[in-house]
C-alpha cells in the first residue's frame, strides 16, 4: 500500500479550523461556509465504516507530512525548518554568504551567530508544522474514539490508536527539544479550546507526558521494521519507540529541569532521586536508556558492513536504519534538498540537474575528521569517512573530472577556505567541503532532490553511541558499544570516553539533524565559533531553546516568553 498516497475525506457535520498560526483551534459549522455537496464527496460515516476506512483516513494521511518539499516542512529533506534550526546552528554546517548568494536577509549568519530573536524568519513556520502534524493525530485519534464508541475495540483500533499516540509524542519531542515550554493539546483542547485556554506546560510536565505516551503505547505497537518495505514501511513501531525513549532517557538531564538556563545539571550518579526521574523507575533514566538501546538491538538491527549503504538510493534494505522517510520520485511527493542546496553549479550539471553552491562543513567538522590544517593531499589522520560524507579537492563523478563553467578549469572545492562571508573572496564560489553522504541517484527528479534515497532519522550507530554514553555516564564501560562504530569503518579501538563519544557522534552522525542536541547535552551549544562573535548574555543558555514565535505571543498574552528573549 502507498502510504504516501494523498488520502481524502469529507469531515460531515464539522471541519477542523485548525489554524496555521496555532491561534484558536476551533470547530466551525461547514454550513457556515459553503453549503454544498458535491457527489464526488463522502460522509463521515462513509470514510469511517469499517477498521481499512480508519486505517485509510485516520492514520495513514499522517504520514504524508513527516517528509515534505517545501520550506519549514518536513523534519528533514527541506529548508528553513527543524533540519536547519537543528544543524546549522552548529558547529557542523555553515552556509557561507557567497556574494549576491545566501544572504537572503542574513537568515543563515543568524543561525550560525546564534543572534536569531522571536522574530526569525520561518521560526514560525516550524511552529506551525510541527503543531498541524500534532493536531492531525489528534483528529485521527479522535476518529478512531468515535468508531470504538459505536462498534466497540477490536485489537487493529488499539493498534491504530498507539501508532497515533506515539506519533504524536515524536513530534512532542522536537516541539519540546525545540522551544521548551509549548501546550500539550489532546483531542478535546482541539475540538473545544479557546485561545485564552491554551496554557505552557512546563518542560519537565513535556517531558513526563512524552514518556508515558510512549511506554503506553509499547505494548499495542507492531514489532515490524519500519525502515523496510511491507506493511509498516515508514510508520511507528516499537523499535521505532525505542529509540525515541532512549533519547529522552539519555537527555533527561536537559529536559527535566525547568531552569535550562542555569547551565547546572546533575552528573548522573543522583538522577535517579529527582522527581522528574520517577517517569522511568525503577530504573534510573541513564540505566533506561541502556535498556531501551537493548530493545532495540533485540530486534536485529546491526551495523552495515558498508557505511555508505544507509544512504544509498536502494537503502530501504538496510539492516541499520531504524525509521525513514521513505523517498521514490514516482510515488512520493518528498525531497531532499541538502544535497541539492550543497553542490556547486556545474557539479549539479554533470550529474543532470542544478544545484545552489550553498552549505559546507565548518572548520570545526574539518577538524573532527582530521582534515589538513590548509587545503592539501589527506593525511594518515584524516577519518575513512570523511570521504564518504564530504567532496573535498578535485571534484570527479564516475572517474570524470567535473569542469566550472568555462569548461576548462577543473572544479576544486577548497574546504579550509569557508567563512561565513565569502563575498568578494578568491574562493566566494568553491570554498567549503560540500555533502557526500547521500550518493547520488541517477534515476532522481526535480534536480536530485526528489530521489530513491530515504532519509535517515534514526538507525542503529545512534543507538550504540547512546548505549556507550549512558553506561559511562553510570559509571560502566561502554568500550564494546563504542568501538562496534568505530571499528566497522577501520579505525582502531579507543577508549569511551564521554570526550571520545561525543566526537564519535560528530563525525558519524555528520549532517543527520542531532549535533544540536549532542552540544546541548554536553554543555557546549553556547560555545563560540569560527567567526562567531561573543553575544552579549550568551552564557546564560538562553541559546539552548529558540524563543516562542512573536506571533504566537501576540496571540497568547498570558504566556510567557523563553528566558533571555
Known sequence: MNIHRIHRFAAGS???????????????????????????????????????????????PVYNHIGGNQDSQGLQGTGRGVFDFNSLTTDEAIMPTRGGDWYDGGFWQTLFTHSWTSGTASMKDMWEYLYQ??????????????????????????????????????????LMDLFGRVPIVDK?????????????????????????????SLADLPTDRSNQPGEYYGRMTRPVAFFLLAKLALNFEVYGDDDWTDQQRPDGSIVGTTDCAKAFAPLSPFAYCIACCDSVEAYGYELEDDFSQNFEPTNEDSQENIFTIPMNPTLYSNWYCYFFRSRHYSHGAVLGGASENGASATQEMLDAFGYPDADGQPTDHLDPRFAKTFYAGTVTENGTTVYEDDGT????????????????STFEKTAGARLHKYANDPNAN??????????????????????????????????????MVRTRVGLPSAEATLENILHERMVELAWEGWRRNDMIRFGIFTHPYTDRPQLSGEQSGFTTVFPIPADIMVMHPTWHQNPGY
Open 409 to 424: 578549469t577543473p572544479l576544486v572545492y577548497y574546504p579550509r577556505q569557508v567563512r561565513l562571508n565569502l563575498t568578494g
Open 14 to 60: 464539522a471541519c477542523v479550523v485548525a489554524a496555521l498560526a496555532f491561534s484558536s483551534l476551533l470547530f466551525c459549522s461547514c454550513d457556515d461556509f459553503l453549503d454544498e455537496s458535491p457527489k464526488s464527496a463522502i460522509s463521515h460515516e462513509q470514510a469511517f465504516r469499517t477498521t481499512t476506512d480508519l486505517l485509510n483516513n485516520a492514520v495513514l
Open 133 to 174: 502534524q500534532v493536531i492531525r493525530c489528534d483528529e485521527g485519534l479522535g476518529h478512531i474514539d468515535d468508531y470504538v464508541s459505536k462498534n466497540g475495540a477490536q485489537p487493529l483500533t488499539t493498534t491504530y490508536a498507539a501508532e497515533l499516540r506515539a506519533i504524536r509524542a515524536m513530534y512532542y519531542f522536537y
Open 446 to 483: 526535480a534536480d536530485g532532490r526528489a530521489c530513491n534515497n530515504d532519509i535517515v532519522l534514526f538507525r542503529y550507530a545512534d543507538v550504540l553511541l547512546m548505549k556507550a554514553e549512558a553506561l559511562v555516564r553510570c559509571g560502566l564501560s561502554g568500550n564494546e558499544q563504542f568501538n
Open 188 to 216: 478535546g483542547t482541539v475540538l473545544y479550546a479557546t485561545t485564552s485556554s491554551l496554557q505552557q506546560e512546563s518542560r519537565s510536565n513535556l517531558y513526563r507526558y512524552i514518556v508515558s505516551e510512549l511506554q503506553a
